[in-house]
């Protein structure tokens, strides 16, 4: 009989698990409580982890056309010395493409394979499921499923807010993933397909809430923008009035020990934010995502059944993406150093690391092996 699965959420990591869902012959209905996909002004790094777990669901050539192949760059200070500069290693690629580019190739290959989505159904308690043999919680950083799993994990504050925008394309658009460190302060570019991905990112004491298209999101982020160098104001100055976006940085502090629950008695799964949100500062948050979707792929097809499954699931996922957790926010902490000591330790440190070993050594740790590979 065909096994029937519930995914709520259709973000990057409910499309991507639904997608893995339906190749290995489950019906998939998605549920999502928002009237279309998200409009946010976002620029995604899909770095090599990320293709590699693509590759395995069947979605890395249609991702790298619609992106722009690119590499790690730079790492400047504000005022413009360079920390690291880029080289032509081979390592550190990068596909940058827009997040709604990303979702409607997800949407589409969901579409084919017959995954069913409803849209504006808000997914409460399980009431509000249809009868199904799994349930997959994709509904992000304040996931409803995972309150149903373990309701004391709750998301936190990181202390940083980032503002970001897409820019029209300009000379000053670098070839590579440029950024720059400052006093509490981080800031990039990404480059995109006829465009740029900007952001800054810096410590706010304020905590206020997010702001998507509002003036005093652009004015910040064009005071914030002037303590950098040039390129960044000018990247600014080119976004479309009234998309700037002003974003609190929340992450999940603790770690589920994990990913799956049979409590409710439906077997349960967590993906993407709802598992392991994370600060973008290495950007792995959709990374990890497709992740999950791979390993989910892998282990549909290898272990018929529910318990062996999920064990084997946590077993591929929480330790690795809690590590990227961790990871992220020491990242955080370190680029946006707010004591000047220890930001020139800081930049002298990436002034000494030679760049190749950072490029060779950040693919080392973002590297990604399928669970069917041979170890
Ligand atoms: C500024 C910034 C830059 C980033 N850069 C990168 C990057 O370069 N590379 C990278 O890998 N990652 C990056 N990330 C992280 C990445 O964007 C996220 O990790 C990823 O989008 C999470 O996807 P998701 O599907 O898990 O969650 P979401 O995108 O939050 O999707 C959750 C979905 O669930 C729906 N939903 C929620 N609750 C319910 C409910 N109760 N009922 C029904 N539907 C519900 C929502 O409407 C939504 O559609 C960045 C994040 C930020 C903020």
Not at 141 to 165: M, N
Not at 277 to 283: G, K
Not at 303 to 327: K, W
Request: some cysteine.
């Amino acid at each position: 009989m065909t096994q029937r699965a519930t995914v709520v959420g259709a973000g990057i990591a409910g499309l991507t698990s639904a997608i893995a869902l339906a190749e290995s012959g489950y019906e998939a209905v998605v549920l999502d409580r928002a009237a279309g996909p998200s409009d946010a002004p976002l620029g995604l790094a899909i770095t090599g982890n990320g293709l590699e777990a693509l590759a395995a669901i069947g979605l890395r050539g249609e991702v790298e056309r619609a992106g722009v192949t690119t590499r790690m760059g730079s790492i400047l200070t504000d005022a413009g010395t360079t920390l690291m500069a880029k080289t032509q290693t081979g390592a550190g690629y990068i596909v940058g493409i827009r997040e709604g580019t990303l979702l409607r190739i997800l949407a589409e290959r969901a579409d084919d394979l017959g995954v069913e989505t409803r849209r504006e159904t808000l997914v409460r308690s399980d009431a509000d499921l249809p009868e199904t043999d799994l349930v997959v919680g994709a509904d992000g950083l304040r996931s409803t499923v995972r309150r149903w799993i373990k309701p004391r994990v709750q998301p936190d504050y990181s202390g940083a807010a980032c503002w970001f925008g897409i820019s029209d394309a300009l000379e000053s658009t670098p070839e590579f993933v440029t950024s720059w460190v400052g006093r509490g302060t981080e800031a990039g570019i990404l480059p995109l397909d006829n465009g740029a991905f900007w952001y800054i990112s810096a410590i706010d004491r304020q905590r206020g809430p997010s702001t998507a298209g509002d003036d005093a999101a652009a004015a910040e982020a064009a005071q914030l923008g002037a303590l950098f160098e040039a390129p960044l104001s000018a990247h600014i100055s080119a976004t479309t009035s009234g998309t700037v976006t002003r974003q609190p940085l929340f992450y999940l502090p603790t770690g589920l020990p994990r990913f799956t629950s049979t409590r409710t008695g439906m077997p349960t799964l967590l993906v993407g934010d709802a598992a392991h949100a994370m600060v973008p500062s290495l950007v792995q948050g959709a990374n990890q995502t497709f992740e999950d979707a791979a390993v989910l792929r892998v282990l549909l097809r290898d272990e018929p059944d529910t318990e062996t499954l999920f064990a084997r699931f946590n077993e591929e996922r929480v330790q690795r993406a809690q590590r990227m957790q961790v990871r992220s926010w020491r990242a955080i902490r370190w680029m946006q150093a707010t004591h000047p000591v220890t930001g020139a330790i800081r930049n002298a440190v990436l002034k000494l690391t030679p760049t190749m070993a950072a490029e060779i050594l950040t693919d080392w740790h973002g590297r990604w092996v399928s669970p069917d590979a041979p170890r």
